[in-house]
């Protein structure tokens, strides 16, 4: 009786030592955040040249943490997906969140500063970058720390918008659109505009038509970046995959950009305009010249007619123009649209309204200053005595969108 009271005694604690280990490792976990088009975490997965690459598994380290017994759960920030263990109610109705809002919870609550990924959050540390996470796992410091609780995370909708990353990005807009505003070809067709109106001398008339005329670029402009957001957003799973070639587009053409307004710069330096490059085609300006001039006699034509007519007729050139602009300005615009497609949609919108704001701030101010003054040809001259200190703006700003885009390629 006392050998089977024995073994009896062995089997109980051999099976709960064998139940510890496995509620153990059933409990080992981390967190992984990454983005599609991220080449290093590409690397992280076992794809040394990006996940059009082959496949090395001997460099997999997410697969070499789960062969450990560690449960890795994997989020893209860049995609929208719904992360339904981090919803949360409020009010009586339940708040989804994506995996950006999850991402923003972590950094909070791990103290970390940095919004960059590759990263993981395993026990009461992290590591980031292709390096420390490497060399956390082969020396088992994740395992190890796989065995205690992750941190308490509160993930709040929208949180990773008012964080410092949302504030730059904010000020980024703000400054894109103003730069934008200050394009030269949209203030010379305003104008050109202004200059042939000669139907009224009362300047609050005036003033009254350039501003609907201003307005109607406004609305054109902002329905367009809606509807260029709203494809990007209907095709978020192909534009991830497909995530890295466009980045490297988008990286090659700002490049272009960049070196053309460096060129126009010391061009306008030495006051040789004709050689400008980066500016609208000679025969779209041409064009853009006889509407203006078509719709202004029109307008001139019709002073009898009220004005209401006339403003029907200066907010559809307003509409007009700006499809031909955006040849033009459509640079910035559309870099701007493309970096903000990832963020949560209200917050993308809201941003698109800002930056059509700043766009049309500089363009009402000119008018009303070439109006009041009567100095068409006065504007006209400063904005060539400063052409280059726009283009050098511009310059600068293209560098700072390569830099950003070529950190999302190679960070």
């Known amino acids: ?104 919870a972590f950094n909070e609550a791990y103290n970390r500063s940095e919004t960059s990924v590759p990263v993981i959050f395993v026990g009461n540390q992290y590591f980031a970058g292709l390096n420390n996470i490497h060399d956390a796992v082969d020396n088992n410091t994740v395992f ?74 406004f609305i054109s402009y902002f329905l367009i970046g809606t509807l260029f957001l709203s494809i990007f957003e209907r095709f978020a799973d192909q534009i991830a995959i497909v995530g890295l070639i466009i980045n490297w587009v988008v990286l090659i053409l700002v490049s272009i950009f960049l070196l053309l307004n460096l060129y126009d710069y010391f061009q306008a330096k030495r006051e040789n305009y004709k050689n400008i490059k980066n500016q609208l085609p000679k025969w779209i300006q041409r064009s853009n010249k006889k509407i203006v001039k078509a719709f202004t006699d029109v307008i001139n034509s019709d002073n009898n007619k009220g004005l209401i007519p006339i403003l029907g007729i200066t907010f559809l050139l307003g509409v007009t123009l700006s499809v031909t602009e955006l040849v033009c300005t459509g640079q910035i615009y559309f870099g701007i649209l493309y970096g903000i497609h990832t963020l949560q949609s209200a917050y993308a919108y809201l941003l698109l309204f ?39 703006v511009n310059a600068i700003f293209f560098l700072l969108i390569a830099v950003y885009f070529a950190y999302r390629i190679f960070g």
């Open 354 to 392: 800002i930056y059509n704001i700043m766009f049309v701030l500089p363009l009402i101010v000119i008018a009303v200053v070439a109006i009041k003054l009567n100095g068409v040809i006065l504007v006209t001259n400063w904005m060539r005595e400063k052409m280059h200190i726009i283009k050098l």
């Open 144 to 217: 190890d720390l796989s065995d205690d609780d992750l941190l308490e995370v509160n993930v709040r909708e929208g949180e990773a918008y008012r964080d410092i990353t949302g504030i730059l990005g904010f000020f980024t807009v703000v400054g894109a659109g103003l730069l934008d505003g200050f394009n030269p070809c949209a203030i010379a067709l305003l104008l050109l505009f202004v200059s042939l109106l000669g139907f009224s001398k009362d300047k609050k008339i005036l003033i009254f038509v350039s501003t609907t005329y201003i307005f109607a670029l």
């Open 1 to 104: 009786k006392s050998r089977i009271v024995l073994v009896f005694a062995f089997i109980l604690v051999f099976s709960s030592i064998f139940t510890k280990a496995s509620v153990n490792a059933a409990e080992r976990k981390v967190i992984y955040f990454k983005e599609t088009t991220c080449l290093v975490c590409a690397e992280v997965a076992g794809y040394p040249n990006g996940y059009s690459g082959d496949y090395v598994e001997s460099s997999d380290y997410l697969k070499k943490m789960e062969d450990q017994g560690i449960t890795v759960i994997v989020y893209d920030i860049m995609k929208d997906d719904i992360i339904p263990e981090y919803s949360y109610e409020e009010d009586g109705v339940t708040i989804d969140v994506t995996a950006i809002d999850v991402f923003a």
